[in-house]
């Protein structure tokens, strides 16, 4: 009997010892609103978890690191849902790539622990990131996450359509430039959007084609009349009522000019693509990552010789050319073990090293987070990358990590889309959305 | 007969226990997260205590002296005796001395200015990362952005930043994350405009649904009981599609036929109507299509119960009222409706209450469009309560919305039951009693 016992306790020590040398973690890792183009926001966890490992058994340690990644929810809704009720039991995903509006919900409610509690922001890879783009992973003064990647929305011209309402190739290679010093207005958009219907060179309701959805792209028209969407001082929400019907104005002025179709909120997305992408618009709005569809599934084979981009045009004299950069983050969630917080950490570190970030943002089109990237020749030596990051990133801004955002972005669509339906006049509209966000916001609302 | 009892109850309670579990526990829930403040902020299991910049802001709002805010603010990083002792003891006396000698009294309002000071250490340097965050937290004095568990450390963390006990209770009471007792989401719910909007929207819903639904139900019933029985069958068969189709697949043809490159367009475009989305054009398109998509569904379930009443009627009656020389219509009128009541109520009643608080269709088909033309209230309250780009979700505002139909849906069965005589209805007949 003895002997017995000593076998047991022999091989309970055995099995201790080993569990104590070999370390097995599971990283679960969930990404929103991504596609196959977008693989690398978890392979690039697998990929860090590989070098990781190897680290630690440099240091004589043995870690096993399982990466599992999920990326199929419904859209971004159910993604969100499926992130908080599992934080509420307790079982969240230790990595999150979503986006940085999360933040403020989601810190509040303890649901996610700050990346520098485990990192030195100080080191690289960390300190060669853009420091805006790290301002947008944070909130109230603590580094919550980490970039992703970095996009831009720029507006799109067909150069087909422009050159023939009488463009000519050196007009349209100066639109850019026109657009930054604000020299080319929406109010230009909506004039040459209507000579390409007039002239028959598109089709009506296909002059200005908008996004569908939305998104933080009504935000940018917000911004060209002159909209804050934040204010510095205070850290409170702006309405700006002046700007926000200039802004609901021009789309309803859109409607009414034939250039863009009043029904055209909730077309379907594939169609939208389908058509942007062959030209089919005159002139539209979109994301940097656009360019992926539009040359692949889409099958646009020239798109430097038939699309030109800019930043969102301004609206009048208030406003100003601007483009919103809406970059994912990622996150770390509240793990009961703290070795996996800690982990994870290392691994969200090592998957933002520049050769690491250059597989993502080149193979979903989105922008880099570092300036090495330009140092990495498959960034470098993509021209997309290169010319979008100089041409829109440098002054691309972020909607507000701000508790109350989602309302306001909300009431102000619904407010768009009732003037741009002509269910309600742009003034009709904007009363609704002064008096909606008066009594949700309360005090963190300034209105102008 | 106590046995007899037991034994039912004993058959019933399977059927109990699910009718708690999905019926009476989500009202409850309802009635009882209607009169919180829960978000996706405040989390739904309760909270913990945390001072930032929006507590604070909140407590500038409130009126909180600027001499308080001030001193809740300061403090940060300070290298000070308690902090080196402490460091001393995490690590060595050495690091500390040497911390000491370097930083001595400095103050940082920030932790990476505190982690680069660590990092000045050279004959004692502290390699990890994680060892340095650690040591920094040593000499941390500020309470602002640090989360407590209970109150009782939040308060105890408070009164050694010197702050007034007067008001503790109220900066407590903003540091506080997790979700609160509130009457403001029903203020809210009478306070902001839309909300009569879905209102209206919704009676004009049900009112239209509710009328096609019956009527056309009726109609069906009728209209194949007088076919030839085969005929009759196959034509019920069709129009019970609407129902057993899935909504999704139901509302994308739907889709398919209204859309500005669907069929009605291609076909009204032969007659030289410029294409046009059918569903979204303007509102009253929208209702139309919200009713009849909502309608045929509704209508062929009324199908079926009306069909089958008819059945129960005995042919006698309907034999002998030929033989009197009674039209098709006086049938109707005067032998199949009457003894529809009946079920007639039952479809009215049930219609109602499912109307109120269905939304699927309309949120597969509009979404509400446009221009929150079609929104209806629990279309409203799902839009609040689960969607939201900011992803801050608005569980308590939402549920205050569902609330209010359970309410409705409530006095609503009351008033059927009153209308149609309920009590006649469910005494026992004269006949066998």
């Known amino acids: 009997m003895s002997n017995l016992r000593a076998v047991f306790a022999t091989t309970a020590l055995v099995a201790c010892g080993t569990a104590a040398l070999a370390e097995d973690i599971t990283i679960n890792v969930w990404a929103g609103g991504s596609n196959d183009a977008d693989s690398y926001r978890w392979e690039a966890i697998e990929l860090a978890a590989d070098l990781l490992e190897r680290e630690y058994a440099i240091l004589g340690e043995e870690l096993n690191i399982t990466v599992e990644a999920k990326r199929d929810f419904g859209g971004w809704d159910e993604f969100k849902q499926a992130v908080t009720l599992a934080a509420e039991a307790g079982t969240a995903p230790a990595i999150v790539v979503t986006s940085h509006l999360d933040i403020a919900p989601w810190s509040q409610a303890g649901y996610i622990v700050p990346v520098e509690d485990y990192l030195d922001l100080d080191a690289w890879p960390l300190n060669d990131i853009y420091p805006n783009l790290l301002e947008i992973a944070s909130y109230d003064g603590i580094q919550w996450g980490l970039p992703q990647d970095a996009e831009s929305r720029p507006f799109f011209f067909w150069k087909d359509a422009m050159k023939g309402i009488g463009y000519s190739d050196a007009d349209i290679d100066a639109l850019p430039a026109k657009v930054a010093a604000g020299e080319y207005t929406l109010q230009d958009v909506l004039a040459d959007a209507q000579k390409a219907v007039d002239m028959g060179l598109v089709e009506e309701g296909y002059g200005f084609y908008p996004r569908v959805s939305n998104g933080p792209d009504y935000a940018q028209f917000y911004q060209s009349f002159g909209g804050q969407l934040q204010d510095p001082e205070t850290g409170k929400l702006v309405l700006d009522k002046a700007a926000m019907e200039e802004m609901y104005q021009f789309f309803v002025d859109a409607v009414e000019a034939g250039v863009t179709r009043k029904n055209h909120i909730g077309t379907d997305w594939s169609q939208w693509y389908s058509e942007v992408a062959n030209g089919k618009a005159a002139l539209w709005h979109g994301g940097t990552w656009h360019y992926a569809r539009y040359t692949g599934k889409e099958g646009n084979d020239d798109f430097f010789g038939t699309i030109q981009f800019s930043l969102i045009p301004a609206g009048n004299d208030k406003g100003r050319a601007n483009t919103i950069t809406q970059p994912l983050v990622y996150l770390l969630t509240d793990q009961q073990d703290d070795m996996v917080e800690d982990v994870a950490a290392q691994l969200v570190k090592i998957a933002s090293e520049p050769r690491l970030n250059s597989l993502h943002a080149i193979k979903s089109a989105h922008l880099g987070i570092s300036r090495q990237q330009s140092n990495v020749e498959l960034y470098s030596g993509d021209r997309w990358a290169d010319e979008a990051t100089e041409r829109l990133l440098g002054t691309a801004n972020a909607q507000p990590n701000h508790l109350q955002y989602g309302v306001f972005a909300e009431t102000m669509w619904k407010g768009l889309e009732a003037a741009w339906t002509g269910v309600q006049t742009p003034a009709e509209a904007v009363a609704a959305v002064e008096a909606e966000l008066t009594a949700k916001l309360g005090d963190e609302l300034i209105v102008r | ?433």
């Open chain 2, 1 to 433: 007969m106590r046995n007899v009892n037991w034994l039912g109850l004993a058959f019933l309670s399977p059927a109990l226990v699910m009718v708690t579990l999905f019926f009476l526990l989500p009202v409850v829930l309802t009635g009882f997260f209607a009169f919180t403040n829960m978000s996706t902020a405040t989390g739904v299991t309760g909270g913990e205590y945390l001072l930032n910049s929006a507590s604070l802001r909140r407590l500038q709002n409130e009126g909180l002296p600027q001499e308080v805010l001030a001193k809740l603010e300061a403090g940060g990083y300070r290298v000070d005796a308690a902090g080196l002792a402490a460091l001393a003891e995490a690590t060595t006396p050495a690091t500390a001395q040497e911390l000491e000698q370097l930083h001595g009294a400095a103050e940082f309002s920030d932790r990476r200015d505190m982690e680069r000071a660590l990092k000045d250490l050279l004959d004692n340097r502290i390699r990890r990362t994680r060892d340095r965050k650690e040591a920094a937290e040593l000499f941390k004095r500020s309470i602002l952005n640090e989360r407590f568990a209970t109150e009782a450390a939040f308060r105890a963390a408070l009164s050694e930043t010197g702050t007034r006990t007067a008001y503790a209770e109220q900066i407590t009471t903003a540091a506080y994350t997790g979700w609160v007792w509130t009457t403001k989401n029903v203020e809210l719910l009478f306070a902001l405009p839309s909300t009569l909007r879905y209102a209206a929207n919704t009676t004009l819903y049900v009112t239209l649904t509710l009328a096609f639904n019956v009527g056309f139900g009726l109609f069906l019933a009728i209209t194949t009981f007088y076919l030839p029985k085969g005929q009759g069958a196959a034509f019920r068969a069709i129009w019970f599609l609407p129902r057993i189709l899935p909504p999704v697949l139901y509302v994308l043809m739907w889709r398919w036929f209204t859309w500005d490159t669907g069929f009605l367009a291609t076909v009204t475009g032969y007659f030289g109507i410029s294409p046009k989305n059918w569903m979204l054009d303007t509102s009253y398109h929208a209702w139309t299509v919200v009713v009849l998509i909502n309608g045929f569904v509704g209508a062929s379930m009324g199908m079926i119960i009306f069909s089958s009443a008819i059945r129960a009627i005995p042919t006698s009656m309907l034999h002998a009222s030929e033989v009197d020389g009674a039209s098709r219509w006086q049938q109707v009128r005067w032998i199949i409706l009457p003894q529809l009541a009946w079920p007639i109520l039952f479809i009215t009643c049930y219609q109602t209450l499912s109307l109120l608080t269905s939304f699927e269709y309309i949120l597969l088909a509009t979404d509400g469009g446009p221009g929150r033309a079609t929104e209806v209230w629990s279309l409203a309250a799902y839009h609040t309560a689960l969607n939201n780009y900011g992803g801050n979700l608005e569980y308590g505002l939402g549920a205050a919305f569902a609330l209010v139909l359970v309410v409705i849906g409530i006095a609503a069965s009351l008033i059927y039951f009153r209308l149609f005589n309920f009590k006649r209805l469910i005494t026992k007949p004269l006949i066998e009693g």
